[in-house]
């Protein structure tokens, strides 16, 4: 069975830092990417950042650049986003989501989220 879990989320003061964790099983991780998703309170989903596990590539979207960083851990199958410099605008559910590679329409497995909260 496939699963990924996300975890990491909380409440944070803005300026503040948190890293997320997304432990992927059931699946090939070496053969994949993993992407990141934040869904904003009323807005839809948008991509914020993915690595491509095989070869360790990483995009971000513009928002994120300089402040998010993401890294993989092969051995644990296990996908950190390390945020930073945080901003109101950050809160929202984060979704860690794979696919065969980054920049897709839509990815085949999803998790269930975790939420991060960051006060003004």
């Known amino acids: 069975e496939v699963q990924l879990v996300e975890s990491g989320g909380g409440l944070v003061q803005a300026g503040g830092s948190l890293r997320l964790s997304c432990a992927a099983s059931?699946?090939?991780?070496?053969?994949?990417?993993i992407a990141w998703f934040h869904q904003a309170p009323g807005k839809e989903r948008e991509g914020v950042t993915c690595?491509?596990?095989?070869?360790?590539?990483?995009h971000y979207a513009h928002s994120v650049k300089g402040r998010f960083t993401l890294s993989s851990d092969n051995a644990k199958n296990t996908v950190y986003l390390q945020m930073n410099s945080l901003e109101p605008e950050d809160t929202g559910i984060y979704y860690c989501?794979?696919?065969?590679?980054?920049?897709?329409?839509?990815?085949?497995?999803w998790g269930h989220g975790t939420q991060v909260t960051v006060s003004s």
């Open positions: 989501a794979a696919d065969h590679g980054c920049g897709q329409d839509e990815y085949e497995y």
């Open positions: 059931g699946f090939t991780f070496d053969d994949y990417a």
């Open positions: 690595i491509s596990i095989g070869d360790g590539i990483t």
